[in-house]
T-cell receptor
Framework: GQQLNQSPQSMFIQEGEDVSMNCTSSSIFNTWLWYKQDPGEGPVLLIALYKAGELTSNGRLTAQFGITRKDSFLNISASIPSDVGIYFCAGRRDDKIIFGKGTRLHILP | DAGVIQSPRHEVTEMGQEVTLRCKPISGHDYLFWYRQTMMRGLELLIYFNNNVPIDDSGMPEDRFSAKMPNASFSTLKIQPSEPRDSAVYFC????????????FGPGTRLLVL
C-alpha cells in the first residue's frame, strides 16, 4: 500500500531555532498537506500544496511540494513555545488521504 | 459554529463489550470521515461518507467495526465486540467539499479496552 515516510520522528530544539521536517513516498501524490496536532486535540490543517514545485508560506511556516511529487518539506522559522506539538504530512491521491506518522516537536526553554 | 463534536471524550471498557462512538459534523458539511490514531500505525482513515452515504469503508479493520450516518448531523462508529487492540484515539472529521481538502477534526475519543 501507499506509505509516507516522515522524518524525523521527534525533534528537541531551542526556542528561536529554525525547524525542518520532511515527508517522502514511493508514490506520486496530487496534493500535499501539513497538519499540526496539539495534545488532546485533533489535527488542524496548516498548509495545503496543490502543484509540483509550489512553495507556500503561512506566517513562520513554509512548505514545498517536491518537483517529483513524491516528497514535501515543512520549515518553521524562529520557533516559539506554542509550536510544540505533532506535525503530520499527508498526501492525497485517488480521493484518499494518507497520513505520515508525525514529527513530534519539543522546544527547550 | 461549535466545530466537530465527538462523544464521549474518553471511554474505558472491558474486552467483549460493545462501544459506540458519536460524531456531530459541522453544519453544512457534506463529507464525514472516521479516523483511528495509534502510536504504531499513525492516523488511519477507516471510512468516509458523502451526503450520509458510505463511500469508502476499505479502511475498516474487520467486521467488528461498523459505521452509520442516519442523517446529516449525526454519525456513529460501533465496535462489537471490542478487543484490547482496538485501544486508540478515534477522530471524526468533516469537510464541505472533498476537493477543498480542509477537513476539520473533532477532539477525538480516547478508547481503552481492558
Amino acid at each position: 500500500g501507499q506509505q509516507l515516510n516522515q522524518s524525523p520522528q521527534s525533534m528537541f530544539i531551542q526556542e528561536g531555532e529554525d525547524v525542518s521536517m520532511n515527508c517522502t513516498s514511493s508514490s506520486i501524490f496530487n496534493t500535499w498537506l501539513w497538519y499540526k496536532q496539539d495534545p488532546g486535540e485533533g489535527p488542524v490543517l496548516l498548509i495545503a500544496l496543490y502543484k509540483a514545485g509550489e512553495l507556500t508560506s503561512n506566517g513562520r511556516l513554509t512548505a514545498q511540494f517536491g518537483i517529483t511529487r513524491k516528497d514535501s518539506f515543512l520549515n518553521i522559522s524562529a520557533s516559539i513555545p506554542s509550536d510544540v506539538g505533532i506535525y503530520f504530512c499527508a498526501g492525497r491521491r485517488d480521493d484518499k488521504i494518507i497520513f505520515g506518522k508525525g514529527t513530534r516537536l519539543h522546544i527547550l526553554p | 459554529d461549535a466545530g466537530v463534536i465527538q462523544s464521549p471524550r474518553h471511554e474505558v471498557t472491558e474486552m467483549g463489550q460493545e462501544v459506540t462512538l458519536r460524531c456531530k459534523p459541522i453544519s453544512g458539511h457534506d463529507y464525514l470521515f472516521w479516523y483511528r490514531q495509534t502510536m504504531m500505525r499513525g492516523l488511519e482513515l477507516l471510512i468516509y461518507f458523502n451526503n450520509n452515504v458510505p463511500i469508502d469503508d476499505s479502511g475498516m479493520p474487520e467486521d467488528r467495526f461498523s459505521a452509520k450516518m442516519p442523517n446529516a448531523s449525526f454519525s456513529t462508529l460501533k465496535i462489537q465486540p471490542s478487543e484490547p487492540r482496538d485501544s486508540a484515539v478515534y477522530f471524526c472529521a468533516s469537510s464541505f467539499a472533498r476537493a477543498e481538502e480542509t477537513q476539520y477534526f473533532g477532539p477525538g475519543t480516547r478508547l481503552l479496552v481492558l
